[in-house]
T-cell receptor, first 112, second 112 residues
Framework: DAGVTQSPTHLIKTRGQQVTLRCSPK?????VSWYQQALGQGPQFIFQ???????QRGNFPDRFSGHQFPNYSSELNVNALLLGDSALYLC???????????FGPGTRLTVT | SQQGEEDPQALSIQEGENATMNCSYK?????LQWYRQNSGRGLVHLIL?????REKHSGRLRVTLDTSKKSSSLLITASRAADTASYFC????????????FGTGTRLLVSP
């Protein structure tokens, strides 16, 4: 049983560009959450998707948007990239019982 | 913003010794989860303790929860070099729908 998978592993973008990150949840999980982790910090909640809708959102600007597909996979889009968006982006999935969240390996985004 | 803080920020011990790290948080919670992270990679779920539980064990891990003090501790017994990692606590607040709020992490170094 594959766990949470994310792609790509690493990404380098230029300031002002747009980026799309992808996540496939663990089998049987229907809820996907995205987190941003800056170097030396704990992860910060970006938003959560359930039943293809954004259910809740953290304190992130509208440049951060997402989508969930019928197969529960999800995308995170960031527009107008800033240098401060450089971070590890983590995707987590959880089951319908809302118990443990399982994280993927992350996508390391570098904005130059 | 971070929910709480782990203490200590860094811990250095020898193999075979026990490691204890503490976590404090601010709001009422559904549960508290502990995660391990190696070298800025994905988070590995270690253990979940619910708000009505006081202690939980998993292998060499022992977690306690004191909701009156809004604090938790993680004990790793008989540590190994492979336990070297950063450890984070994450709280799922009441009504939070699994919006995990992470602490700042404890960096554990276990020397052979």
């Amino acid at each position: 049983d594959a766990g949470v998978t994310q792609s790509p592993t690493h990404l380098i973008k230029t300031r002002g560009q747009q980026v799309t990150l992808r996540c496939s949840p663990k089998s049987g999980h229907d809820t996907v959450s995205w987190y941003q982790q800056a170097l030396g910090q704990g992860p910060q909640f970006i938003f959560q998707y359930y039943e293809e809708e954004e259910r809740q959102r953290g304190n992130f600007p509208d440049r951060f948007s997402g989508h969930q597909f019928p197969n529960y996979s999800s995308e995170l889009n960031v527009n107008a990239l800033l240098l401060g968006d450089s971070a590890l982006y983590l995707c987590a999935s959880s089951d319908p019982g809302f118990h443990e969240q399982y994280f993927g390996p992350g996508t390391r985004l570098t904005v130059t | 913003s971070q929910q709480g803080e782990e203490d200590p920020q860094a811990l250095s011990i020898q193999e075979g010794e026990n490691a204890t790290m503490n976590c404090s948080y601010k709001t009422s919670i559904n549960n508290l989860q502990w995660y391990r992270q190696n070298s800025g990679r994905g988070l590995v779920h270690l253990i979940l303790i619910r708000s009505n539980e006081r202690e939980k064990h998993s292998g060499r891990l022992r977690v306690t929860l004191d909701t009156s003090k809004k604090s938790s501790s993680l004990l790793i017994t008989a540590s190994r070099a492979a336990d070297t990692a950063s450890y984070f606590c994450a709280t799922d607040s009441l009504g939070g729908f699994q919006k995990l709020v992470f602490g700042t992490g404890t960096r554990l170094l276990v020397s052979p």
